[in-house]
Nanobody, 114 residues
Framework: QVHLAESGGGWAQPGGSLSLSCEASGMIFMMGWSRQVPGKQREMVARVTSGGTTYYGDSVQDRFTISRNNYKNTILLQMDGLKPEDTAVYYC???????????WGQGIQVTVSS
């Protein structure tokens, strides 16, 4: 079993910055963040493999950066240039190569407004 502990998020003005952290209870192949707004489909934000390969959703490319510390089994999502449409509940997720989204956190609120 892999447990995920999420932290960060909160409120920021448009153009501001926030960060999200997620720590896994053990080494896992894939870790990342997705987000969801009520009434909309869940959207992949960013993912990173244990080897350091990163993937970004089109809507956050060049604004968000995901990094990984394998020693701490932790990922950090740095969110810059925030927009109101980034407002959502963000979920950390992780899994082995065969099931890369097998485990999910409880979600962290990110709100961007003026």
């Amino acid at each position: 079993q892999v447990h995920l502990a999420e932290s960060g998020g909160g409120w920021a003005q448009p153009g501001g910055s926030l960060s999200l952290s997620c720590e896994a209870s053990g080494m896992i192949f894939m870790m990342g963040w997705s987000r969801q707004v009520p009434g909309k489909q869940r959207e992949m934000v960013a993912r990173v493999t244990s080897g350091g390969t990163t993937y970004y959703g089109d809507s956050v490319q060049d604004r968000f950066t995901i990094s990984r510390n394998n020693y701490k089994n932790t990922i950090l999502l740095q969110m810059d240039g925030l927009k109101p449409e980034d407002t959502a509940v963000y979920y950390c997720h992780a899994g082995p190569r065969q099931r890369p989204n097998a485990y999910w956190g409880q979600g962290i609120q990110v709100t961007v407004s003026s």
